[in-house]
């Protein structure tokens, strides 16, 4: 995803502190990087103790700072010129020591003493701690995390698992992908905040034995992409998925399902607490009416078996039926005839507003043209990437959301 250059024209102070998880600041590093950031690194001398700033050096293409008398600028003031020309500051990996001294507005080595310089209205601290789970579950950890954040930073992470010292639990560094997509999220404009969003992605599958079924060439990427920018824009999302391969946008609760019943199943108590419905998923039409509680068997006869089928839950009718109903968009993939079939879907499924795209041009590939289809007429969004589209989904949601409020 980095391809889209989602941080271009941000600068961004990537501050290191002492710890193991200083391995994975270079990988980092390159992610920014890759993803069209300029990053200035500064380190701690105790993360000079756990990689060199060459390595930094090398991957960010800026010299490293590590010291408040470094005589290089101008006015010797790294601490001020650094932290005004940051878009962001993120500290990663923060050691517990590290938030102790921020939380007590210390300034007795630079990179402390420029997150306490910083412009605090304009300049956003984001910290990414890392540290053994004793140290991360200590009172002292905790009381001081709670109070950065009362302080206005953001705190990312941790996770959960192995750690270096051996031992399983709180404390691990989130993965350098991961703090590129938060960093990422953290720029995009919140103009879903606090909306609920239930989505649905992928194929159905339905079963005609144990081992075989009637499935689509969906693979759920416009749906997930859907569901991340919505989580973003700082929306609450909460995400139905057929059987596919895809990881979980962060922060988004998913609830896997295989069957157009099944997400029927799942889809309809949940849809009357969401303000917004996206049946992104493309639901089989129909399912075998029996399914074989067997592999069905050749019978050496060639005779091939023949099934009837019988016709599966509308589930964004039954939605935009409800009492309660969300502000429903519907996807319509289909094979040709993509305004006239939209549109007849437009008005079968009683929704504000469908969104078409040609299955077959799409299923699988990283990009689609959409075309938005309601009552007053049809709009085109042109060929991107499918987060692009997705975001711009996202912003026409907002806008519709604010109308149908009035
Ligand atoms: C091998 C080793 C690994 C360490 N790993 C961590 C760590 O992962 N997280 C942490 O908070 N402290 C860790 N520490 C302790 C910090 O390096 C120590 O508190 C240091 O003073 C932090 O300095 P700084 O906050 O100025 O960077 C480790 C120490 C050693 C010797």
Redesign the pocket.
Known sequence: MSERQDLAGRHIVLG??????CYKAAELTRELVKAGATVQVV?????E??ITPVTLQALSGRPVYTSQWDARPDNNMAHINLSREADAILIA?????????LVQGRAD?L??LLCLARPIERVPLLVA????RE?WAHPATQRNVAQLRADGATVLGPAAGD???GEVGD?R?LEPAELRDELIAFFQPKLLAGRRLLITAGPTFEAIDPVRGITNHSSGKMGFAIARAAQEAGADVTLVAGPVHLPTPRHVRRIDVQSAQQMHDAVLPLAARHEVFVATAAVADWRPAQMNAHKIKKDGKKVAPAFELTENPDILAAVAALPQAPYCVGFAAESEHLLQHAREKLLRKKVPLIVGNLGPATFGRDDNTLVLVDADGHRELPTADKLSLARALVCELAERLKTSAK
């Open positions: 290191l502190s002492g710890g193991v998880a380190m701690t001398e105790a993360a103790a756990f990996p923060a050691s517990a020591d590290f938030i102790a001294r080595e990179l402390s701690p890392a540290m053994n140290m750690q270096a010292c404390g560094m």
